[in-house]
């Protein structure tokens, strides 16, 4: 497990903003998602709610692993 976390962290490190551009993706895929009624993606905004989340611990990482 703890080299597990070194690689993740070693990773994130190497590429800082990647979580928050993730993030992004997912929130403009849920934006162009609306499009499409009756998937249950869209009904919970799932994937607008996943990527803030990731875009914030990502956001919050960054300046801890650099």
Do not use: A, C
Not at 30 to 42: A, D, E, I, K, T
């Amino acid at each position: 497990m703890n080299d597990f976390l070194d690689k993740l962290s070693e990773f994130f490190n190497k590429y800082p903003g990647l979580l928050p551009l993730v993030g992004l993706g997912l929130i403009i895929l849920n934006l162009v998602l609306q499009f499409f009624p009756g998937n249950w993606f869209v009904d919970g905004n799932l994937l607008l709610h996943v990527g803030i989340i990731l875009s914030l611990i990502g956001l919050l990482l960054i300046r801890p692993l650099t």
